[in-house]
C-alpha cells in the first residue's frame, strides 16, 4: 500500500518535478523566481508554460480548462472552456494560450460582492495564481484542468478570499525580515507562514438525509429530541473505524493523495458520526486552496457511498460541533521555523520576541480574531463544552508561562526541561516528556513550534482567518522594527521591548480551563471581550483603528472591508431566514399534522376500548391524548411568533440591523419553537413521526 501511495500522490497536479520534466529549463528557471522572488512573468514565458500545462492536462484525457477561484460565498467556483479552437478547414484543433492561462474574465456581480459591483456593471476578471500548482479534477463530467486563480473586479478590488490572503502572506514577510536582518540574517531571503487544518465533519446514511429538509436546506438538524445514549461514553473519540466509514477514508485518501493533498491523520472524532481529516503543513495559500479541496473531496467521495457529509458547525444539538484546527507558524525560505523555541527558549532572544509580538497581536486585535471564526453555525458551538469559548485568550504552557514571568521579573536565566516518562512497567520504553501539557480548551494555543487557532468553523474558508493572523502580526512586527532600528544598542532595546510587550499583554494569557464559568468572570475582570455571536463580531470590522492597519500592509481597502462586513451580515441574515422558514414549513407540514394523526389514533383507542371494556382504566391514552394537545398549542404559538419575527426582519432595509434582528428575534424564535417539537417527538410513536430521529442520523452508519 505504501507503494501504491507513493505512485498516486500528487498524479493530478502540474507539479514542480512535472514542469522540470517538461519545460525548458531556460523557462523552468524564469518561472521559479517568479514564484519564489517574484519577478514578472513575461508573455513569451507564459505562452510556454500553457502549451505544457495542456499537452500534459490533454494526455491526462483533459477536455475542458477552468479558472478555479474563491469567491467570497467561501466556496469555489469555476467556469469551463474547451480547449476546442476550430480550424480554417472546418476541423478543429486543441488549444490553450498564455493569456488564456493568465487571465480569464467571469461575471463579476453574480458573486457576493458588498456593493463593490453594481448587478449592470458584470465584468471581473481572475488572475494566474503562480505559486499554486494547477491540478486536474475528475468527476462525471470528465476530467478538467484546474488553474487556481484571484478573482477581482474590474475597478481593481479584491472579490475573493485569495487576494487578500496573498497581500497578507506578503505584509508579514515584508516586516518579519525586517527583525530578521536586525539579528544579522543576511541569507533568507522572505519568511512564509504555514499551515495544517485539521478538517471535522458528520456522515450520515443519504436516506436518512433525503428524508429530513432541514439538513438538506440548513445543513443542520432544526430539531430533534436526544437519543438515550450521546457521546458520554467517550467510546467513539478514536475508536475502531467501521467497515463502512473505512472504506470511505481509503477512498477519500486516494483522490486527495492524487491530488497532491496531503491527507495523514484519519480518525474518529468524539461525537458519534464525527470524524477527521488532517494534512501535513503547506504555505498557507496552498493550504487554504487545498482545505477548499478537502471539503468538496469529502461530499463527492461520501455520496458514492451513499453518505452525505455534514461540514456545518452543529449538524446536532446535544453532542459536540465540527470545527477547523487552523495550525500556523512562521518560517524562513530556507527552513527556519521562527516559532520553535528550540532546547532552551530563554537563550533564544529571537523566538522570545516573535512570541512577545504575538502576544500583543493576539490581545490587541482579538475581535478581528474573534471575527475571523464568526459564522451563523459557529454561534452555536462557540462557548459550548466542546469548543473554545467566544473569549479570545492564549495558552503558552508551563515552560513558556514561566519564562515571560522571569523576563517581567527582570531575572531570566533557566528553561523548565521536559524530562522523562517514568511508566513504571520495564517493558515499556522510556519516553521523552514535553516540557509543557497541551489545553483544547484555549482559542489559541502553543503546541511546541506553531500556534494552533481551534475557533475556525469547520464550513468556512480558513483564508479570512489567516488573513487576520497574518496582518495582525505584520502590523506589531512593523511597530517593533520601527523601534529596534533606530535603537543605538540593539541588545538592551530589545530587552526593553520584549519585557514591554509581556508586561502589557500577558492578560491574554490563560492556561487553565477555557470551558470554565470562572474563566468568564476572570476574563471580564482583565479586560478581555467576550464577542459571542457574529453580528456582534461584525460590527467591529470597520473600525479606524482597523482599517488603517489594513490600509496600510495593502490588504483590504476602506471599500473592501465595508463590502466584507455588508457581505457578513447579509449571509448571517440569509442562513437564519432559511433556517427560520425552513422550520415553520417542517412544523406545518410535518410535525402538526403527524401529531394529530397520533393524537387521533390514541383518541379512537381510547373510545374502541371503552365500547368493549368500560371499566378498563384508559388514563394513560388519554394522558397522551392532554399532552400532545397542550404542546400543540405551544407550537402554534410559538410558529407564528417565528413568522412574525421573520417578516419584520425581510421588512428592514438596513443590512446590519437586519442581520441583529435575525439574531435576537428569529433566532430566538427558532429556539423557543424548537424545545416543544422536540418534547413531541418523545411521546410519538416512532413510526409515525415524519423524519428520521438522532438515533437513526448518528447510530445507524
Known amino acids: 500500500m505504501s507503494k501504491n501511495m507513493i505512485e498516486v500522490f500528487g498524479t493530478n497536479v502540474f507539479s514542480d518535478a512535472i514542469m522540470k520534466e517538461r519545460l525548458p529549463k531556460d523557462t523552468y528557471k524564469t518561472f521559479k523566481r517568479t514564484i519564489e522572488r517574484g519577478e514578472k512573468l513575461t508573455k513569451e514565458t507564459a505562452e510556454i508554460i500553457a502549451n505544457a500545462m495542456k499537452d500534459w492536462a490533454i494526455q491526462k484525457g483533459a477536455t475542458h480548462y477552468t479558472h478555479w477561484f474563491q469567491p467570497m460565498t467561501g466556496k469555489t467556483a469555476e467556469k469551463h472552456d474547451a480547449f476546442l479552437s476550430l480550424t480554417s478547414d472546418g476541423g478543429a484543433t486543441m488549444q490553450f494560450s498564455g493569456k488564456e492561462l493568465i487571465q480569464g474574465e467571469p461575471d463579476a456581480s453574480s458573486f457576493p460582492n458588498g456593493g463593490l459591483r453594481a448587478t449592470f456593471e458584470a465584468r471581473g476578471y481572475t488572475a494566474w495564481d503562480p505559486t499554486s500548482p494547477a491540478f486536474l479534477k475528475e468527476d462525471s463530467a470528465g476530467v478538467t484542468l484546474c488553474i487556481p486563480t484571484a478573482f477581482y473586479s474590474y475597478t481593481g478590488e479584491a472579490l475573493d478570499k485569495k487576494t487578500p490572503l496573498l497581500r497578507s502572506m506578503e505584509a508579514l514577510s515584508v516586516q518579519a525580515m525586517r527583525i530578521l536582518k536586525l539579528f544579522g540574517n543576511n541569507k533568507s531571503k522572505k519568511v512564509i507562514t504555514t499551515v495544517g487544518a485539521e478538517q471535522e465533519y458528520f456522515l450520515v446514511d443519504k436516506k436518512y438525509y433525503q428524508q429530513r429538509k432541514d439538513l438538506i436546506f440548513t445543513g443542520r438538524t432544526l430539531f430533534g429530541a436526544l437519543p438515550p445514549k450521546g457521546q458520554e461514553m467517550d467510546d467513539h473519540y478514536f475508536g475502531s473505524i467501521k467497515e463502512r466509514i473505512a472504506n470511505f477514508m481509503r477512498e477519500l485518501d486516494i483522490e486527495l493523495w492524487k491530488l497532491g493533498v496531503s491527507a495523514k491523520t484519519k480518525h474518529n472524532e468524539v461525537a458519534p458520526g464525527q470524524h477527521e481529516v488532517a494534512p501535513i503543513f503547506a504555505t498557507t495559500n496552498i ?9 468538496e473531496v469529502i461530499q463527492k467521495v461520501a455520496m458514492r457511498h451513499d453518505l452525505v457529509c455534514l461540514l456545518h458547525e452543529k449538524p446536532f444539538a446535544g453532542v459536540n460541533g465540527s470545527g477547523k484546527h487552523n495550525n500556523w507558524s512562521m518560517a524562513t525560505d530556507d527552513g527556519i521555523n521562527l516559532l520553535d523555541p528550540g532546547k532552551t527558549p530563554h537563550e533564544n532572544a529571537q523566538f522570545l520576541l516573535f512570541l512577545a509580538v504575538i502576544m500583543e497581536a493576539v490581545d490587541e486585535y482579538a475581535p478581528l480574531l474573534r471575527l475571523s471564526a464568526a459564522n451563523a453555525g459557529n454561534d452555536h458551538r462557540l462557548g459550548a463544552n466542546e469548543a473554545p469559548p467566544a473569549i479570545i485568550s492564549m495558552f503558552l504552557g508551563e515552560q513558556l508561562t514561566d519564562i515571560i514571568e522571569q523576563i517581567e521579573a527582570g531575572d531570566l536565566n533557566n528553561s523548565i526541561s521536559g524530562g522523562f516518562l517514568d511508566i513504571g512497567v520495564s517493558t515499556l520504553p522510556r519516553l521523552p516528556k514535553d516540557a509543557t501539557d497541551r489545553n483544547r480548551t484555549s482559542p489559541f494555543a502553543f503546541t511546541g513550534n506553531r500556534f494552533e487557532f481551534r475557533m475556525c468553523p469547520s464550513s468556512a474558508s480558513i483564508a479570512g482567518p489567516n488573513i487576520i493572523l497574518n496582518t495582525i502580526v505584520a502590523e506589531c512586527l512593523r511597530r517593533v522594527a520601527e523601534e529596534l532600528e533606530k535603537a543605538d544598542d540593539f541588545t538592551h532595546a530589545l530587552k526593553k521591548v520584549v519585557k514591554r510587550l509581556i508586561k502589557d499583554h500577558k492578560k491574554v494569557v490563560f492556561n487553565g480551563d477555557g470551558y470554565s464559568d470562572e474563566w468568564v468572570e476572570e476574563a471580564a475582570r482583565r479586560g478581555l471581550p467576550n464577542i459571542k455571536s457574529t453580528v456582534e463580531a461584525t460590527s467591529y470590522f470597520d473600525r479606524p483603528e482597523y482599517i488603517e492597519i489594513f490600509e496600510r500592509h495593502h490588504i483590504f481597502s476602506k471599500e473592501e472591508v465595508a463590502s466584507r462586513k455588508e457581505i457578513t451580515y447579509e ?86 440591523k437586519q442581520a441583529f434582528v435575525y439574531r435576537e428575534k428569529v433566532f430566538t424564535a427558532m429556539e423557543k419553537l424548537r424545545k416543544p417539537c422536540d418534547k413531541l417527538e418523545a411521546i410519538v410513536s416512532e413510526d409515525m413521526w415524519p423524519f428520521p430521529t438522532y438515533d437513526e442520523l448518528l447510530f445507524r452508519v
Open 571 to 656: 449571509e448571517y441574515a440569509k442562513s437564519i431566514n432559511i433556517e427560520g422558514l425552513t422550520m415553520s414549513q417542517m412544523v406545518n407540514k410535518q410535525i402538526i399534522p403527524a401529531c394529530i394523526d397520533y393524537m387521533t389514533s390514541v383518541a379512537e383507542s381510547i373510545s374502541k376500548i371503552k365500547s368493549v371494556c368500560p371499566a378498563v382504566d384508559v388514563s394513560i391514552q388519554e394522558e397522551i391524548v392532554t399532552n400532545i394537545s397542550k404542546l400543540l398549542f405551544d407550537v402554534r404559538v410559538t410558529v407564528a411568533e417565528l413568522n412574525k419575527a421573520i417578516d419584520e426582519a425581510k421588512a428592514i432595509d438596513d443590512v446590519e
Open 287 to 295: 493550504a487554504t486552496d487545498h482545505n477548499q479541496l478537502m471539503m
